[in-house]
């Protein structure tokens, strides 16, 4: 940041006035929809010491706005605009802050891409009403499978299954499917039959638009963990978020929007990054991403799937605050470019599924998914329970590791505990009026041997209630 402190030369007390004043004034960034970016400019300053705010934002020396804080309303923004409207390049502005002391300036820089609410985004959502549209979601990951790799064994189909439900911590999704097909959409419009406009009339029913989504999901996915060294378990060396920062303004400043991954013990989730805001003087950038969460979001000035992520220095390195989420060294954060090919590989999928049944075994404990049944829970012959039992949870047997998701339901047994496993009819689906497809999958030990199997697609009376043994041959009794 710059200080002028007048043409005088400043003496030892003015120049610690001035640096305190400096510090108490804040100047904080937003931008609540799309691009060209609506900036909203705030300033924190308790003791009230700014009288005067002029804006330069040609960098040229021009003022071409001047605002006194004290004639504004509470909360009432400093700068409430779009200064810029030209995408893929590199805007700067200065903001002179005038106090007794002296002046305070602060520098700002953006860029951004050719994004739109409403145009670019998707209408519809990555929630519970799109997930009873599509339908289950390992259905879609096993047919992309069989797509790129051909037909798949048991073996082959459970520990795929695992893999992505430990890949996305419990609960597969589909937001690289989401936050990619726009920008794929809007690079290549033919890939749909569709008479669409736009990414935003693309229609949640169409098997074409479906189809897409998951494809571009799993081919992202199946992307990042086999080419670019990336762990489930996140066990590698401190994160140098630098590079991911360059590589993100270097895209914007050439008018591409970017696809940004997020790993860490607790979530993986991915956004569209379509601009960023550089608070120079703090080395602080608000990247503006869309979310996927909301539907009907067509405002472009203000969207509620509109999200600013700041990365910014602390302790000498980069961190990124992602939703209620802290960066740290163990986290991952993946730049991503959509419109890329994919070449997936046999070898490449044996590999990665053979380190889950690896880790499986070392685990030493039974891994049972059941998937979009009303209920599930462990119980033996003592009464003792563990999952949902369609009124309430139930906690013992604390060996076992027991994750919930809606209507999936994941345990991670004890090979040793005596039990059985409980699971209810299917669970309904409200939009299409019928059962959802329900599923269970297991990899049993059974005296130190890893017996894996599959059961798709069952169906039961709504009152019924089967019982699955924790030992093999598998079946219900």
Not at 157 to 179: A, D, E, H, K, P
Not at 234 to 244: A, T
Request: charged share 25%; net charge negative.
């Amino acid at each position: 940041m710059m200080l002028l402190a007048g043409m005088s030369v400043p003496t030892a007390n003015d120049l610690s006035f001035l640096a305190e004043v400096d510090a108490s004034v804040l100047l904080e960034a937003a931008s609540p929809g799309g691009t060209p970016l609506l900036l909203e400019l705030s300033l924190k300053d308790s003791n009230g010491y700014v009288q005067r705010a002029e804006f330069d934002f040609g960098s040229n020396g021009v003022i071409d706005l001047s605002v006194n804080p004290h004639d504004l309303e509470e909360d009432q923004p400093l700068y409430r605009g779009i200064p810029f409207r030209s995408f893929g390049r590199l805007h700067t502005m200065d903001i002179y802050l005038h106090t007794e002391a002296g002046i305070l300036r602060r520098s700002i820089e953006t860029a951004f891409a050719d994004y739109q609410w409403g145009r670019d985004n998707l209408s519809f959502a990555n929630d519970n009403r799109f997930r009873d549209t599509a339908g289950a979601v390992s259905t879609y990951l096993l047919d992309w499978a069989e797509s790129r790799f051909g037909t798949l064994s048991d073996e082959e189909t459970y520990l795929l299954v695992s893999l992505m439900y430990r890949l996305f911590r419990g609960n597969i999704g589909r937001c690289y499917g989401f936050s990619s097909l726009g920008l794929y959409y809007q690079d290549y419009p033919g890939s749909i039959s569709g008479n669409y406009a736009s990414a935003y009339e693309l229609d949640e029913r169409d098997p074409e638009v479906l189809s897409l989504i998951h494809i571009l999901q799993n081919d992202i996915v199946y992307h990042i963990f086999s080419t670019r060294e990336v762990s489930p378990e996140l066990d590698h060396e401190p994160e140098d978020l630098s590079f991911q920062r360059e590589e993100i303004i270097a895209s914007l400043q050439e008018g591409r929007p970017v696809v940004l991954g997020y790993l860490s013990s607790r979530t993986h989730h991915s956004m569209v990054v379509y601009g960023y805001i550089n608070l120079v003087d703090q080395d602080r950038i608000l990247l503006t991403a869309g979310n996927n969460w909301n539907r009907n979001q067509q405002d472009n000035m203000s969207s509620d799937d509109a999200v600013l992520l700041p990365l910014y220095r602390q302790d000498g390195s980069y961190r990124l605050d992602w939703l209620s989420y802290t960066y740290r060294p163990e986290d991952r954060v993946f730049v991503l470019h959509p419109t890329r090919q994919y070449h997936p590989s046999r070898e490449t999928l044996a590999a990665l599924l053979e380190q889950e049944r690896v880790q499986i075994i070392e685990d030493n404990k039974h891994r049972i998914i059941v998937e979009h049944f009303e209920w599930a829970y462990l119980e033996d012959d003592k009464g003792s329970k563990r999952g949902y039992d369609g009124t309430r949870g139930w906690w013992g047997f604390p060996g076992v590791e027991y994750r919930r998701f809606d209507d999936i339901f994941i345990f991670n047994v004890p090979a040793d505990l005596e039990a059985w496993l409980a699971i209810g009819p299917a669970n309904w689906n409200d939009r299409l009026e019928r059962p959802k497809n329900a599923h269970v999958s297991a990899a049993l030990f059974e005296e130190g041997v890893l017996d894996v199997f599959v059961l798709r697609d069952i169906l039961h009376g709504e009152e019924e209630k089967k019982i699955l043994p924790l030992n093999s041959p598998l079946g219900f009794k």
